[in-house]
């Protein structure tokens, strides 16, 4: 064989060599590979209890003495720069001795025993997304496994544009995959998502129900550091369907300072049966009503707010719901959320069988209407936006 054969052979032979070696690191990889073996383990700590829910005694979502209860005590100054690297937390199990958290179901326990663990390393980032004058920001929280969702939410009332000179901008909120054996896979979809429209924000911390308002604490912290000059945040679920024209009609004129408005529920009182998903136990809240509280897919509020409700977040400690925890800091600041009849918690109508919930002249004039699948918004708003015709005017606005 001659030597250029003899050349030629071995660098394929080489070429080959890499391309396994390349292939099997990656199938071994996973979204957390960026941090030290340290974060590693905290973080397989946290996936096996998954960061869930659990309750609490009389008086635990006072203010704490240790955090100093009002706002103004809370200092002004923040990074320019998320700031949380790595993962350091473990349980804190002093509560085990505790006779009224033995009485707690164990998901209520296993958010307690984390309930300290408040913010997390960045995934996915995109900072630029408040750059420049921006007057409505849309955010929507998503998990990493509902990209049909999200691309559907890009093509109708999620898509970026700008309307006489006002800009929106489009961000998803989302943590990891919650079954381990298909966060890697889903990490690549999303790294791969991310690429191609740069409108995913995500956290590393696991996207559980209780989690939720984990997603809420690290949201305004984020806004704080990388929106101060943002104008409005509309912020919902990825199951609803929103009219952005609307919501810049309803803002049109806007003198409120502390805007924050939505689908109030006043006096709402805890649920205590156990089999409903939003169940707390009386341990965990002892009051017989809820502080006012914006719930069903989503509310407006004014960009000023955002800081001031971060500040007032850092006084309470987390609590399970993340609605009502949002309620929590309206309270501590001193806001009343106002109620508009153009956010439709439960639909046009709560009969779910009416036909009125699928009557396009009905959406052409809300703001927010809570729920729809993927290919019902879609069918919703081509409907909306087609030459309909309506017998009458809605007046919402």
């Not at 420049?132 to 990493?144: A, M």
């Not at 929106?168 to 191609?196: C, P, S």
Request: aromatic letters at 14%; hydrophobic letters at 40%.
């Amino acid at each position: 064989m001659s030597q250029w054969k003899k050349r030629v052979y071995k660098s394929v032979c080489i070429s080959f060599c890499l391309v396994i070696m390349l292939t099997i690191f990656q199938r071994g990889a996973s979204p957390g590979l960026l941090f030290s073996q340290s974060s590693m383990d905290s973080r397989e700590l946290l996936s096996e209890v998954k960061r869930d829910t659990y309750p609490v005694p009389d008086g635990f979502w006072a203010a704490k003495t240790e955090k100093q209860a009002t706002i103004e005590s809370v200092t002004d100054t923040h990074s320019a720069e998320w700031d949380v690297n790595f993962i350091n937390c473990t349980a804190n199990w002093n509560l085990t001795n505790l006779d009224w958290f033995k009485t707690l179901e164990p998901n209520f326990q296993q958010f307690l025993l984390y309930s300290h663990c408040r913010y997390f390393p960045m995934i996915i980032n995109n900072p630029q997304k408040c750059r420049g004058d921006v007057h409505l920001l849309i955010v929507v929280k998503s998990i990493i496994t509902q990209h049909d969702r999200r691309d559907v939410i890009r093509k109708t009332w999620g898509k970026e544009k700008e309307v006489n000179g006002k800009k929106i901008r489009t961000v998803f909120l989302l943590g990891t995959a919650m079954k381990e054996e298909e966060r890697a896979n889903y990490q690549k979809l999303l790294d791969f998502e991310n690429q191609i429209y740069g409108d995913i924000i995500q956290w590393d911390f696991l996207d559980s129900f209780f989690n939720l308002t984990l997603k809420e604490v690290h949201f305004l912290k984020w806004m704080t550091i990388y929106c101060p000059h943002v104008a409005y945040i509309f912020k919902g679920d990825d199951d609803v369907f929103v009219s952005p024209n609307n919501i810049l009609d309803f803002l049109d004129g806007n003198t409120t300072p502390d805007l924050f408005v939505g689908d109030v529920l006043y006096k709402a009182r805890p649920i205590r049966k156990k089999e409903n998903k939003y169940y707390i136990p009386n341990s965990l809240y002892s009051k017989n009503f809820y502080p006012p509280y914006a719930g069903g897919g989503g509310f407006i509020m004014a960009g000023s707010l955002v800081k001031r409700l971060f500040k007032a977040s850092e006084t309470l400690d987390l609590y399970p719901i993340d609605d009502v925890f949002l309620g929590m800091c309206l309270e501590v600041i001193k806001v009343n959320p106002v109620f508009h009849e153009g956010f439709k918690t439960f639909g046009i109508v709560k009969n779910k069988n009416s036909k009125m919930n699928k009557e396009p002249c009905f959406y052409r004039h809300m703001l927010v209407v809570h729920k729809l699948l993927p290919a019902e918004l879609q069918q919703m708003w081509d409907l909306v936006h087609s030459n309909l015709t309506c017998s009458r005017k809605v007046n919402i606005l």
